[in-house]
Structures are given as C-alpha cells and as structure tokens.
T-cell receptor, first 112, second 112 residues
Framework: RKEVEQDPGPFNVPEGATVAFNCTYSNSASQSFFWYRQDCRKEPKLLMSVYSSGNEDGRFTAQLNRASQYISLLIRDSKLSDSATYLCVVNVGGTGANNLFFGTGTRLTVIP | DTGVSQNPRHKITKRGQNVTFRCDPISEHNRLYWYRQTLGQGPEFLTYFQNEAQLEKSRLLSDRFSAERPKGSFSTLEIQRTEQGDSAMYLC??????????FGEGSRLTVL
C-alpha cells in the first residue's frame, strides 16, 4: 500500500466554484502534513501546512482527520489562477531516513 | 536570492554521456533532498543528506546515479551512462527546522 494516495483528477470546475481534494495516508504515526501547489513545468511550492485544528488562508482551508487518516484542501471561489496540480506531503516521523512522502498530485483546471 | 538554486536548468545530452547537476540549498538548512519527476507524476524520492552525510538512497537510484554533499553545503547529482529513461526533471529541495521543503526550479534532463 502506498504511503500517500490522492485522486489524480483532473478536476474541471467553473470559476467561482468550491472544490475539495482529499489525500489519504497509511501511517497512523504521521506527524505533519503539507499541501504544495505545482504549476506546469515548474517546481512545487508550499501552499500551506495542515494543522491539527485545521487552518485557513484566504480562500484555502486545510483540514486533518486523524481518525480516518486523511487531509483535505478546500478552495472557495475558484479563480483561473488556481489551475495547477496540488500535491499532498506527509511526514511519517522518525529520524535518520527520509520521512516525507508525496502523493501523485491532483490536477485542477478552473474554466472561465 | 536566498532560495534553493539549481543548475543547469536544462540539459540535453546523448545516450551514454555523463551529466552532473548542482544544487545550492538555503544556507541555514542542513537537510537536502533530491527528487525525480516525470510528467503527470509526483516527485519521486532519490536521496537525502543531513549535513554531509547521505542518510538514505532510494532503490530507484541505480549504480549509475551518485550524489555528494562534500562540505554539507551544495550538492551534486551525477548520472553516468545516461539512458533515455533518465529523461525527467531533477528537483532539489532543502528543509529547515519547521519541516517544510523548499524546492529549486529543477534541472530538466533530456536524453536523446
């Protein structure tokens, strides 16, 4: 089983819509979680960290559900500029070895 | 610019040639990662350094791949006897105390 799984999409939504992505993780001891945004042929850039209590940054809301082992990203009032691939990253903890695992990304296209 | 720097940004080479990529991380970050990414996939972990110590190598990293971080600052990734399947974006990232990864712009390799 993969450490991190995401629905690859694509999600095609009209401008102004609300869209949500989920990302499931397999290691219940996972410690921290992140959402990255990646534009076509560019590097991933940190969008937001995901806190246990959930957190919001403008139109973006990230939530963590430890019981069901998933994180979510909600985008409200979608803009054309939100079109990108959204990657979730999970830190499974531990030291001395790689502890970061990426999902394959969810592709979002916002349509005029 | 105090972000992660990678060069060259693009490399086109013939099959069988050797290539080397360089990464200069954010100066205060002691952890450095190399990833490979192909179209439509998330970044695949290749190797990880803490200071100058290479703590983990992915099984994906064949013996044609070698990475170094001799003084715990910049790192190099060398691919010997390149194959067409090595064509990809090679991403370097550094990681600070807050746990987030910061990526360079990547080095895109095309093997003809």
């Amino acid at each position: 089983r993969k450490e991190v799984e995401q629905d690859p999409g694509p999600f095609n939504v009209p401008e102004g819509a609300t869209v949500a992505f989920n990302c499931t993780y397999s290691n219940s001891a996972s410690q921290s979680f992140f959402w990255y945004r990646q534009d076509c042929r560019k590097e991933p850039k940190l969008l937001m960290s995901v806190y246990s209590s959930g957190n919001e940054d403008g139109r973006f809301t990230a939530q963590l559900n430890r019981a069901s082992q998933y994180i979510s990203l909600l985008i409200r009032d979608s803009k054309l500029s939100d079109s990108a691939t959204y990657l979730c990253v999970v830190n499974v903890g531990g030291t001395g070895a790689n502890n970061l695992f990426f999902g394959t990304g969810t592709r979002l296209t916002v349509i005029p | 610019d105090t972000g992660v720097s990678q060069n060259p940004r693009h490399k086109i080479t013939k099959r069988g040639q050797n290539v080397t990529f360089r990464c200069d991380p954010i100066s205060e970050h002691n952890r450095l990662y190399w990833y490979r990414q192909t179209l439509g996939q998330g970044p695949e972990f290749l190797t990880y350094f803490q200071n100058e110590a290479q703590l983990e190598k992915s099984r994906l990293l064949s013996d044609r791949f070698s990475a170094e971080r001799p003084k715990g600052s910049f790192s190099t990734l060398e691919i010997q006897r390149t194959e067409q399947g090595d064509s990809a974006m090679y991403l370097c990232a550094s990681r600070g105390f807050t746990g987030e990864l910061f990526f360079g712009e990547g080095s895109r390799l095309t093997v003809l």
